[in-house]
Nanobody, 120 residues
Framework: QVQLVESGGGLVQAGGSLGLSCVAS????????MGWYRQPPGKQRNLVAR???????NYTESVEGRFTISRDDAKKTVYLQMNSLKPEDSAVYYC??????????????WGQGTQVTVSS
């Protein structure tokens, strides 16, 4: 079955940078939109950035100009480069990939989440 594994979270001081990666494995027959979401403690999970199959991107306003999403379909990987981090960026970050699986249709798959903590 399809699995997504994230890496790259951690603790960083305000103004610093972190890079996240999310690699998919298993029965994969196609890739569609990929994205990153985040969930601060006690709050709901919200979209951070998204990239379509043709490379179109969109960001939530609060990260525009600081975060960059990219993808490498050959590696089945989506990345999130986070610069100029702020304490309010602290959250658990989840990747999401729309993947054509063994059913023949596209399913929405999630990573396990990785903690990003930005200290002031």
């Amino acid at each position: 079955q399809v699995q997504l594994v994230e890496s790259g979270g951690g603790l960083v001081q305000a103004g610093g940078s972190l890079g996240l990666s999310c690699v998919a494995s298993g029965g994969i027959f196609g890739l569609n939109t990929m994205g990153w979401y985040r969930q601060p403690p006690g709050k709901q999970r919200n979209l951070v950035a998204r990239i379509t199959k043709d490379g179109s991107v969109n960001y939530t306003e609060s990260v525009e100009g600081r975060f960059t999403i990219s993808r490498d379909d050959a590696k089945k990987t989506v990345y999130l480069q986070m610069n100029s981090l702020k304490p309010e960026d602290s959250a658990v970050y989840y990747c999401n990939q729309e993947i054509k699986d063994s059913t023949g249709g596209y399913g929405s798959y999630w990573g396990q989440g990785t903690q990003v903590t930005v200290s002031s």
